[in-house]
Nanobody
Framework: QVQLVESGGGLVQAGGSLRLSCVGSGRTFSRDTMSWFRQAPGKEREFVATINWSAATTDYAHSVTGRFTISRDNAKNTVSLQMNSLKPEDTAVYYC????????????????????WGQGTQVTVSS
């Protein structure tokens, strides 16, 4: 059974930090693009960050650039998201995703280009 399992969410005050992790099992994701998306109540799922299979290329949503850092460890089949300087507007359920979207045209920003998803982890930032 192929699975992605996120962890590391929680409640934090504005200005604080959290580190999310996502562990894959059932297959290797070492050749997949890995991304983080988030969804707040009443809003659509939105792109947060992505990293290509070799970790040579990353991209971020404008709203998190400079505050969040995505990384991966292919030997451990994991992807992480370090979140610093958190804001109340970062409150959402965070999902990791794996797939092979085209990088030309920034298709990795579209949630429907991914084949595998985790169950999500809640991040709540209090003001």
């Amino acid at each position: 059974q192929v699975q992605l399992v996120e962890s590391g969410g929680g409640l934090v005050q504005a200005g604080g930090s959290l580190r999310l992790s996502c562990v894959g099992s059932g297959r290797t994701f070492s050749r997949d693009t890995m991304s983080w998306f988030r969804q707040a109540p009443g809003k659509e799922r939105e792109f947060v960050a992505t990293i290509n299979w070799s970790a040579a290329t990353t991209d971020y949503a404008h709203s998190v650039t400079g505050r969040f850092t995505i990384s991966r460890d292919n030997a451990k089949n994991t992807v992480s998201l370090q979140m610093n300087s958190l804001k109340p507007e970062d409150t959402a359920v965070y999902y990791c995703a794996a797939g092979r979207p085209l990088w030309s045209g920034n298709y990795y920003r579209f949630w429907n280009k991914y084949n595998y998803w985790g169950q999500g982890t809640q991040v709540t930032v209090s003001s």
